[in-house]
């Protein structure tokens, strides 16, 4: 049996802040038990919910480098064995991430203390397999500081890409303090990129975690087939394209998958009316009614409703949905957004909900229970992302036979079948062009289809709930690669 160790900064159901959490917490259940021993290691922050925190039993504690406390607790939960590195200096606080100086220092202390502390608890994995910045100093160290000792020997990597805009990145003097690596990691082609303007002091050099952690593994993955071609590019690669065009033979996108029990009509319970694929249509009508009334709206069941469940940041598209809200306003529609993130697009949600009350509605916050009830209630999802390493919101979405209107790019143009009226496919729409009018063409469709073509509709979405998008496939693919090493 191979021995799989997931390292990650979140992990559904102990902390969430994005997608990782959900990758994180679904595939190591998805994975075939019989031959592999996948467990998970994660920071032990304090802000995690009190009911694990209290089933946590102490696996040792010890000092690294003679110095800082590392103590791992661990708890089952589902079939899965959790690993929590435990530092109240480092994990204390309200929220898993602060200011990136400061997250720098405790995640390259994370991704130590994950090494050191591997002799020490009874599992010496084969695989390592990292999620993110957070974690892509694993690879690192095991090459480096640790590659001397018989124990580490043999240990192979993988260092998964879920989304490169974030990358750990800062000067090399600060990160050569925090990270206690030899010199050689911050030479040109390792942490630091090969066009670096070497005129510079070496401690101004821009050096990145992440850059790390792609030249140090074995292989590197990303969640999508397009996503893994996108960042080879500048345009998508955040400055990482050189490491990962050099590094292709060994980069692979395999997309994700959703977990569907969590997201499945027909026993969720926190929709107003359970439903399948054969009594959607009038079912999703009375989860429309039900979202209406808690979004203030009033209560139709046939006006065409969208929602936007997100992040509210500049990744996701939302100047473009900026462009157009006074247009959308102006038909016979409702626009429902679930969201938080960046002041301006709060404040452009809670405009435009003020100025048309009878419309649009926008709740400003996180609500994983609301969520599902907006994939129920909803007819159409927009996801016109700038960039999408997998996404999420269109699968659940598809699940709930709302359509997805996405910008055709990564994992959105790997999910998404575009509509296709000669020959009847498809299970959404989207639009290539990155813009406004794009998008409000898409929309207009759409709303046109379910308006005057309702059983073209209907076809559409009844394709989109039948699609298979939970981890089976996924997850056979990952297995594959973890048989390979
Ligand atoms: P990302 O990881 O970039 O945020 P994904 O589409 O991969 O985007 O995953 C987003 C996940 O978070 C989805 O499950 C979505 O339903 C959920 N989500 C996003 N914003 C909210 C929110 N405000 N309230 C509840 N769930 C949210």
Redesign the pocket.
């Known amino acids: 049996m191979k021995k799989v160790l997931f390292v990650a900064s979140e992990c559904v159901p102990f902390v969430k802040t994005?997608?990782?959490a959900?990758v994180v917490g679904s595939l190591p259940k998805n994975l075939d038990k019989n031959k592999f021993d996948t467990r998970v290691i994660l920071p032990q922050y304090q802000c995690m919910k009190e009911k694990y925190k209290e089933r946590l039993k102490s696996v040792c504690y010890f000092q690294m480098d003679n110095r800082i406390y590392v103590g791992i607790n661990t708890l089952v939960e589902d079939g899965i064995t959790y690993y929590f590195v435990d530092n109240n200096q480092y994990f204390s606080g309200s929220k898993p991430y602060f200011d990136l100086f400061s997250d720098l220092e405790r995640f390259a202390y994370f991704s130590k203390a994950v090494l050191s502390a591997l002799p020490l608890i009874g599992f010496r994995p084969d695989i390592i397999h990292a999620h993110d910045w957070q974690a892509a100093l694993v690879p690192v160290y095991l090459n480096t500081v640790f590659q001397g000792d018989p124990f580490f020997q043999g240990i192979r990597t993988i260092m998964t890409i879920?989304?490169i805009r974030f990358q750990g990145c800062w000067n090399v003097g600060h990160l050569r303090w925090v990270t206690g690596l030899p010199s050689e990691c911050f030479q040109p082609g390792k942490l630091v990129s090969p066009y670096q303007d070497t005129s510079l002091p070496w401690d101004e050099w821009n050096a990145t975690m992440l850059r790390g952690g792609i030249v140090y593994s074995d292989w590197v993955t990303t969640v999508s087939e397009s996503y893994a071609y996108e960042i080879q590019t500048p345009a998508f690669s955040d400055g990482l394209d050189d490491i990962l065009k050099w590094r292709r033979e060994r980069l692979m996108g395999i997309v994700?998958g959703i977990d569907c029990q969590v997201w499945n009509p027909k026993t969720d319970q926190f929709i107003a009316k359970n439903y399948d694929v054969r009594n959607f249509w009038n079912s999703k009508k009375e989860n429309k009614l039900e979202l209406q009334k808690r979004f203030n709206l009033p209560q139709n069941g046939d006006i065409f409703t969208l929602a936007i469940?997100?992040?509210l940041t500049d990744?996701?598209g939302l100047d473009l949905v900026d462009g157009i809200m006074d247009e959308l306003a102006r038909r016979n529609i409702n626009l429902i957004v679930?969201?938080?993130g960046d002041q301006r697009y709060e404040n452009m949600f809670r405009y435009f909900s003020s100025k048309y009350p009878n419309k649009i509605s926008a709740k400003i916050?996180?609500?994983?229970e609301?969520?599902h009830l907006i994939?129920a209630g909803c007819d159409a999802c927009l996801?016109p992302s700038a960039f999408?390493?997998?996404?999420?919101?269109?699968l659940?979405a598809l699940r709930y036979g709302s359509l997805p209107i996405v910008h055709e790019i990564g994992g959105l143009k790997d999910t998404v079948k575009p509509y296709n009226q000669y020959e009847g496919t498809g299970t959404g729409f989207s639009f290539q062009g990155y813009s406004s009018s794009e998008l409000l063409d898409r929309i207009n469709h759409a709303e046109w289809l379910y308006r005057e073509n309702t059983n073209e509709w209907k076809a559409m979405a009844k394709r989109a709930m039948k699609e298979d998008w939970s981890w089976t496939n996924s997850s056979k693919k990952y297995e594959g690669l973890y048989d390979s090493l």
Request: glycine fraction near 16%.
């Open positions: 994005g997608g990782l959900d879920h989304n994700n469940v997100s992040r990744q996701k679930l969201g938080s916050g996180y609500d994983e609301l969520s994939y996801v999408e390493p997998c996404g999420l919101t269109q659940i």
